[in-house]
């Protein structure tokens, strides 16, 4: 049985993934905080797979991420999603201390921790894949924090990209472009969310990448809307 972690699989991108990749020799691990939300994957996906567990970890904090490693326990995993997120919006002139170093922990360490936790336990034709953004190419106004944590993960999943490379596991990188999910919900403003992509787009981009035959890589996916990125 195969054993696929995906964080931030309460909603959106990450319950698309979940929905896509649910199949009778899969146990899905699925992280989220919110306890309603992820029940709600849990119950989209069941029937479909071996077994799903819930994993409900505040990622912002390393002792959360480390809470999260530890249930998940010994065995190996085949598939490492890191979609968990946060974003702030705002002039960086605005941007407080907390809300910098929460962005920096769901966005930027978890992920590191994770990966560097996993990697060595995953098998030869594992994958890792990342869900990053169009802001990890270019900036946007008042979307410092964000971008910053973008442009950083990029960097550090290139390079992990070619550290694995000989082990034969897989790092793949999605950039959406906005997409539609619950996210815009605690962002102010007014979004033209109707122009925007959905979330099983993103999904279906990702199980296309996994299902190329496990000597080829996808390193990168680009998703952009006819309507513009943002």
Not at 14 to 31: P, Y
Not at 96 to 112: S, Y
Not at 212 to 225: A, K, Y
Request: contains cysteine; positive net charge; aromatic residues 6%.
């Amino acid at each position: 049985m195969k054993r696929y972690l995906i964080t931030g699989a309460s909603r959106g991108i990450g319950r698309a993934i979940a929905e896509k990749l649910a199949a009778k020799d899969v146990e899905l691990l699925l992280h989220g905080r919110d306890t309603v939300a992820l029940a709600q994957t849990q119950k989209a996906v069941e029937l479909q797979c071996a077994k799903v567990a819930l994993l409900i970890h505040d990622l912002a904090i390393t002792a959360g991420v480390s809470d999260l490693i530890a249930e998940v326990g010994k065995e190996r995993i085949d598939l490492l999603v890191n979609n968990a997120g946060v974003a702030v919006v705002k002039p960086f002139m605005e941007i407080t201390q907390i809300e910098w170093k929460q962005t920096v922990g769901v966005n930027i360490t978890a992920p590191f921790m994770l990966t560097q936790h996993f990697a060595p336990r995953m098998p030869p034709g594992s994958s890792i894949v990342n869900i990053l953004s169009v802001a990890a190419k270019r900036g946007f106004p008042n979307w410092s924090a964000y971008c910053m944590s973008k442009f950083a993960l990029e960097g550090f999943s290139q390079c992990v990209r070619e550290e694995l490379r000989d082990r034969k596991i897989r790092v793949i990188n999605v950039y959406p472009a906005a997409t539609d999910t619950e996210i815009w919900d605690q962002i102010e403003g007014k979004w033209p969310r109707k122009k925007m992509m959905g979330a099983t787009e993103v999904g279906d981009a990702v199980v296309f990448a996994l299902a190329r035959p496990t000597d080829t890589l996808v390193e990168n996916i680009t998703l952009s809307s006819l309507a513009g990125n943002l």
